[in-house]
């Protein structure tokens, strides 16, 4: 696009670059150009600065402010070339400046330049679309590894929350019940950020209920007879066997919290290998923490995991969460930490989804403009 408000100063450039193979926009007042620019988005813009109507100061400070059309090139040609103007012109975002009158083959030079410029980052814009996409269908397809709804557990209710701090996240969690109607539920998180540790979580997460649920594993035929400890232990040993032998050289691992719950007698039989230590918050507020039994899974083949028990009793809560939280950080650089979160999740709520849902609210309002840093998951359980 040619804006010059002179029609002899339009012909000679028409002249210049017909041969060039370009095809060639002209306004000859500002308003003019800013209008076609929003309409047709030019590859390059070549513009004067005095002008009527609007002038190409004026022109330029739209342009770079709409974020529709900001990456156009724009080349300022003018007469009036004192280092001032030259100087608010790059500060405006102008790609160059030439002064009139101008040497035909710097012109064409500085217009050679400034379009492969734009298609470089027209190209880079097109990748990171594609990118995005990409990753916007990783992210859905992630999400049906997780559990759509929570089990209908009756007397017991459980509720999640989880926020992913990228695209997808290697953090994970699960819930659902086994043929004698006990539940199985766990908190994962897979070490490392973004794609590569997307892709582990659907590992961890897949083979941890697979042989959670199935009585192969253990030697028999009826998955009844099978004990809560054995269950455990068969599912996190197989599990931590096949990350750490099958994919060795990755170096991956995971934390975990894996327990299996009674439903009847409140009974927990579980293994913490390497997680934060749930809070089991007691009917008469008493707080008690489920330390690690064991080292993280899928590092080593040798590990050893101590599968161990409690008991809830009517009105406790188990909350269950991912270093996410108390390594979440604000604005002033600090953690949400370990005291605050005893603090926030001590408070009392009518319903588990209240509390995961308050719990993500204080979270979200700790970390204000600052980027989440850690996926964060939260998974509550209660009996009532």
Same mark, same amino acid.
């Given at each position: 696009?040619?804006?010059?408000?002179?029609?002899?100063?339009?012909?000679?450039?028409?002249?210049?670059?017909?041969?060039?193979?370009?095809?060639?926009?002209?306004?000859?007042?500002?308003?003019?150009?800013?209008?076609?620019?929003?309409?047709?988005?030019?590859?390059?813009?070549? #513009?004067?600065?005095? =002008? &009527?109507?609007?002038? *190409?100061?004026?022109?330029?400070?739209?342009? !770079? +402010?709409?974020?529709? $059309?900001?990456?156009?090139?724009?080349?300022?040609?003018?007469?009036?070339?004192?280092?001032?103007?030259?100087?608010?012109?790059?500060?405006?975002?102008?790609?160059?400046?030439?002064?009139?009158?101008?040497?035909?083959?710097?012109?064409?030079?500085?217009?050679?330049?400034?379009?492969?410029?734009?298609?470089?980052?027209?190209?880079?814009?097109?990748?990171?679309?594609?990118?995005?996409?990409?990753?916007?269908?990783?992210?859905?397809?992630?999400?049906?590894? #997780?559990?759509?709804? =929570? &089990?209908?557990?009756? *007397?017991?209710?459980?509720?999640?929350?989880? !926020? +992913?701090?990228?695209? $997808?996240?290697?953090?994970?969690?699960?819930?659902?019940?086994?043929?004698?109607?006990?539940?199985?539920?766990?908190?994962?998180?897979?070490?490392?950020?973004?794609?590569?540790?997307?892709?582990?979580?659907?590992?961890?997460?897949?083979?941890?209920?697979?042989?959670?649920?199935?009585?192969?594993?253990?030697?028999?035929?009826?998955?009844?007879?099978?004990?809560?400890?054995?269950?455990?232990?068969?599912?996190?040993?197989?599990?931590?066997?096949?990350?750490?032998?099958?994919?060795?050289?990755?170096?991956?691992?995971?934390?975990?919290?894996?327990?299996?719950?009674?439903?009847?007698?409140?009974?927990?039989?579980?293994?913490?290998?390497?997680?934060?230590?749930?809070?089991?918050?007691?009917?008469?507020?008493?707080?008690?923490?489920?330390?690690?039994?064991?080292?993280?899974?899928?590092?080593?083949?040798?590990?050893?995991?101590?599968?161990?028990?409690?008991?809830?009793?009517?009105?406790?809560?188990?909350?269950?969460?991912?270093?996410?939280?108390?390594?979440?950080?604000?604005?002033?650089?600090?953690?949400?930490?370990?005291?605050?979160?005893?603090?926030?999740?001590?408070?009392?709520?009518?319903?588990?989804?209240?509390?995961?849902?308050?719990?993500?609210?204080?979270?979200?309002?700790?970390?204000?403009?600052?980027?989440?840093?850690?996926?964060?998951?939260?998974?509550?359980?209660?009996?009532?």
């Amino acid at each position: 696009m040619i804006v010059d408000d002179e029609p002899f100063n339009v012909d000679y450039l028409e002249q210049e670059l017909e041969e060039s193979g370009y095809e060639l926009l002209t306004a000859s007042n500002g308003q003019e150009a800013l209008d076609q620019i929003r309409n047709a988005s030019p590859d390059l813009v070549l #513009l004067d600065i005095m =002008m &009527p109507v609007m002038d *190409g100061f004026s022109v330029l400070e739209q342009v !770079k +402010a709409d974020s529709a $059309v900001r990456d156009i090139p724009i080349i300022i040609i003018s007469a009036n070339s004192d280092l001032k103007s030259v100087v608010t012109g790059i500060q405006k975002g102008a790609e160059d400046y030439l002064p009139k009158p101008f040497e035909p083959v710097i012109l064409h030079a500085r217009i050679t330049a400034s379009l492969e410029r734009k298609r470089l980052r027209d190209q880079e814009q097109q990748y990171l679309q594609s990118l995005e996409k990409e990753l916007n269908i990783a992210r859905d397809i992630q999400q049906q590894f #997780l559990p759509q709804e =929570m &089990p209908n557990v009756p *007397g017991w209710e459980i509720s999640a929350y989880f !926020k +992913a701090a990228k695209f $997808v996240a290697g953090d994970y969690y699960d819930a659902f019940t086994l043929s004698d109607g006990n539940l199985v539920f766990m908190v994962g998180d897979v070490c490392g950020k973004g794609v590569g540790a997307a892709l582990f979580m659907t590992l961890f997460r897949s083979l941890l209920r697979a042989t959670s649920t199935a009585a192969y594993f253990s030697g028999t035929s009826n998955n009844d007879v099978i004990s809560p400890a054995l269950r455990i232990r068969q599912s996190i040993t197989i599990t931590n066997n096949y990350v750490a032998r099958t994919h060795e050289e990755a170096l991956v691992f995971s934390t975990l919290f894996i327990g299996i719950l009674n439903i009847a007698d409140g009974t927990l039989t579980y293994v913490n290998a390497g997680n934060e230590a749930p809070h089991l918050l007691r009917a008469d507020d008493s707080l008690e923490e489920l330390h690690p039994t064991g080292p993280v899974i899928g590092f080593s083949p040798e590990a050893k995991f101590e599968v161990k028990e409690s008991r809830l009793e009517t009105g406790d809560r188990l909350l269950i969460f991912t270093d996410g939280i108390p390594d979440s950080k604000n604005a002033q650089d600090e953690f949400f930490g370990h005291e605050r979160l005893v603090e926030v999740s001590t408070k009392k709520d009518a319903t588990c989804a209240e509390c995961v849902k308050r719990l993500g609210s204080e979270l979200e309002m700790f970390i204000g403009s600052e980027d989440q840093f850690d996926d964060i998951t939260i998974l509550a359980l209660r009996r009532l």
